[in-house]
């Protein structure tokens, strides 16, 4: 039982850091990989310091409609 809530809890450290990452535009699985290696607390509060970087561009592609002509 213990061991499902240590699980739970490292679940919900992992997620709160993809998601905290993600909106600074950072590399998420980057950013996991560390809190396995280090702490996910320290990694969180690391996170939370930092800036946010300059999004990336959003291109929407346009196509262009082709018109079947029937003769």
Do not use: C, D, H
Not at 2 to 22: D, G, M, T
Not at 31 to 42: K, T
Not at 46 to 54: D, E, K, R, S, V
């Amino acid at each position: 039982m213990e061991w499902s809530i240590v699980i739970l809890v490292y679940a919900v450290f992992l997620y709160s850091i993809y998601k905290l990452s993600k909106s600074k535009n950072r590399e998420p699985a980057g950013w996991m990989l560390a809190s396995l290696i280090v702490s996910p607390l320290i990694i969180l509060i690391i996170l939370a310091i930092m800036q946010a970087l300059p999004g990336r561009k959003k291109t929407s592609v346009k196509r262009k409609k082709i018109s079947k002509k029937v003769k």
